[in-house]
């Protein structure tokens, strides 16, 4: 598995995007412990400045919780409006080097720079470059990985954050990888991270001396995958097209609920808001998830794949509800619902409707 040609990819992530939004429109958040989310009981940290990750703050974290590990943190609604509006001034810098450009999230994208808009010969000034541009634009700081594949060009942005960039040349890339924690390789979750620690998988070098059968035995598809990226291997290449898997919402209620009917409601602007991306995209899926966090944090997940994709809100409704009134009676309390679409098609012609974007 080797490149014909030597791909130059780039790996931008804003530094702590949101908080970062906030601390620029509001000087006097700068240079102090900001997290991005909701301040009441039931809160959850959306993002956190690095003054508050300094401090133990961490993205996902109870607000409870934050506001215990630093009694200083400045709690900030989130402002999604204003946060897309900067990513499309960010999207537009990258198109002015590459039209090569594939979107993760609204603060982090890949591009391949092979041949690249300004003629740039080298990767390094490119992002250099960018990150400049992004700064001048928006008066925030981007960081940056560089390397021949994606999955190197990931691991080299976390590298020398925040406000850097790091490079991994393709004479660096296999010993880089070796004494990574397989904890630490992106598309590693703790589940697998846990299941190859008890096989005695703790580094990359411990995955490079496995054979191809044995990780596809232990892990399947992905086993190949792994693999190769203990290899430093990866030959994905950079998707203009990227095409979103799954879109979904979810909420977390200001007291635990045990009653079907109560949950049933709250489900409704959760649908709703799924429903509404739906149309605005013109697109149908055919899987619905729903997602459940018990009032001891217990977590679980059920799914519905139809023949059809659902074609309209209230069949993605009448699956939600079927989903929820399956785990019924149940013994604890919910504190968290949530609901997703997957398994995208086109919508056919009968059922497109075009909706101005929300």
Known sequence: MTESRQRKIIHVDMDAFYASVEQRDNPNLRGKPVA?????????????????????????????????????????????????AVSQQIHEIF?????????????????????????????????????????????????????????????????????GQYVITPEMGPAFVEALPVGKFHGIGPATSAKMNSLGLHTGLDMRNQSLEFMQTNFGKAGSYYYWISRGVDNREVRPDRIRKSVGSENTFSTDLIDFDAMLLELQPLIDKVWRHCEDKGTRGRTVTLKVKFADFELISRSRTATDAFGSRDALATASADLLRAIFPTKKAIRLLGVSISGFVEANEET???????
């Open 36 to 84: 991005v989310g909701g301040s009441r009981e039931r809160g959850v940290v959306a993002a956190a400045s690095y003054e508050a990750r300094k401090l133990g703050v961490r993205s996902a974290m109870p607000s409870v919780t934050a506001k215990r590990q630093c009694s200083d943190l400045i709690f900030v609604k989130p402002r999604f409006e204003v946060y897309k």
């Open 95 to 163: 198109a002015e080097y590459t039209q090569i450009i594939e979107p993760l999230s609204l603060d982090e994208a890949y591009l391949d720079v092979t041949e690249n808009l300004q003629s740039i010969p080298l990767a390094r000034d490119a992002a250099l470059a960018i990150r400049g541009k992004i700064k001048q634009v928006t008066g925030l700081n981007a960081s940056a990985g560089i390397s021949y594949n994606k999955f190197l060009a990931k691991l080299a942005s976390d590298y020398r954050k925040p406000n």
């Open 352 to 358: 497109s409707v075009q909706f101005p974007l929300l």
